[in-house]
């Protein structure tokens, strides 16, 4: 089993930056997925990124150019850095692992985003 705890959300304006962490309580050298997703109120819970082995990370359009993933096995820690934030990416975000065939969440940070 995985525990993942997110931290790093907050309230920020339009334009602003966030850096969202997630530990986990073990090694994460060896996990093969590590993601973020999202969800905003009244919608599905969806993917916004994740790097997998070898350091190879996805984006989904809608933050493409303006957010990065990175990981820190030293630290047993995935990143989330937000630049040029907008009203619509408001949502709770979601720490994933996909290891040993199972899907492990974190509890969720709260990011919210004025105009």
């Known amino acids: 089993q995985v525990q993942l705890v997110e931290s790093g959300g907050g309230l920020v304006q339009a334009g602003g930056s966030l850096r969202l962490s997630c530990a986990a309580s073990?090694?994460?050298?060896?996990?093969?997925?590590m993601g973020w997703y999202r969800q905003a109120p009244g919608k599905q819970r969806e993917l916004v990124a994740n790097?997998?082995?070898?350091?190879?990370?996805n984006y989904v359009d809608f933050v493409e150019g303006r957010f990065i993933i990175s990981r820190d096995n030293a630290k047993n820690t995935v990143y989330l850095q937000m630049n040029s934030l907008k009203p619509e990416d408001t949502a709770v975000y979601y720490c994933?692992?996909?290891?040993?065939?199972?899907?492990?969440w974190g509890q969720g940070t709260q990011v919210t985003v004025s105009s």
């Open positions: 790097i997998i082995s070898g350091g190879i990370t």
């Open positions: 994933n692992v996909f290891t040993g065939g199972f899907d492990y």
């Open positions: 073990r090694n994460i050298f060896s996990i093969n997925r």
